[in-house]
């Protein structure tokens, strides 16, 4: 198998069984009150830059406290057997944590963080959160501008590197793994249709029934860390039909 080329796609569902919230779950209710898109919008933070901080920042600080599960250690382990390229929507450090290198953000990540004026990294200390807080200022660049988290908020471009790479590994993969995503959110969600009109097998992993799963070479009804473990062991019969 070493020489099979495998890409992987995945969404938030990846990160559900290490206990990641997403907006749509998030039960700590103290942000339930406020719509997602004002926590992760260009809008939201311009007008409540304090609000939208605390949010990154309390997620920044939740992520580390959780584990990866066998659903993103299974994707490292692949690297034995073949070329992995690992794409994600989610911006936790998950994947890395598991072993997979390099991981592809498409949309940004909790550990990067920039000036919202000049746009250089920022390297400094971050402030502590131990406990949720509703607001928090965020820390002031050297130029004056107000720091920001590296994440790509709805209305803004994706960035091009991560794109590119994304594309690039699902254009040259023989198998594409899509797993723990609605596929609903453009232009992820268009990244299956490349890899189908290119004949290479599409693998959705998803509880759910998603737009995708009609199309796909193979829809697995299960969780990521029941169906990935066991995944690799399938694609021989998959690749030969
Ligand atoms: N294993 C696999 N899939 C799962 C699991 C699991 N244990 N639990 C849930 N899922 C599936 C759900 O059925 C759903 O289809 O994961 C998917 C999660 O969908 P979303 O919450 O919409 O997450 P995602 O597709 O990553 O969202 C895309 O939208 O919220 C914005 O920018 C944000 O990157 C995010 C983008």
Not at 163 to 183: I, N, Y
Not at 199 to 228: F, H
Request: include cysteine.
């Amino acid at each position: 198998m070493g020489d099979v080329r495998i890409a992987v796609l995945s969404g938030a569902g990846i990160s559900a069984e290490s206990g990641v919230p997403t907006f749509r779950d998030d039960k700590t209710g103290l942000w339930a009150k406020y719509d997602p898109y004002e926590l992760s919008s260009t809008d939201g933070w311009q007008n409540h830059p304090e609000r939208v901080w605390a949010w990154y920042l309390w997620r920044h600080h939740l992520v580390q406290q959780v584990e990866p599960n066998d659903g993103h250690r299974a994707v490292a382990a692949w690297r034995d057997y073949a070329e992995v390229s690992v794409i994600t929507q989610n911006v936790d450090n998950l994947h890395e944590r598991a072993g997979s290198n390099p991981v592809h953000h498409l949309h940004g990540s909790l550990f990067e963080f920039w000036c919202d004026t000049c746009g250089s990294r920022y390297h400094g200390q971050l402030p502590d959160m131990p406990e949720p807080e509703l607001e928090k200022m965020p820390p002031q660049c050297e130029c004056g501008g107000l720091v920001r988290p590296g994440i790509v908020w709805f209305g803004e471009q994706l960035p091009d590197e991560p794109w590119q790479a994304a594309v690039e590994a699902v254009a040259t993969s023989d198998v594409l793994v899509v797993v723990g995503t609605s596929g609903i959110v453009y232009p992820a969600a268009g990244l299956p249709d490349v890899a189908l009109a290119r004949g290479a097998v599409v693998v959705e992993v998803n509880p759910e029934p998603t737009p995708l799963s009609a199309n796909a070479t193979l829809t697995i009804r299960e969780s990521a860390s029941t169906a990935l473990p066991t995944l690799l062991q399938q694609l021989p019969e998959l690749l030969t039909n």
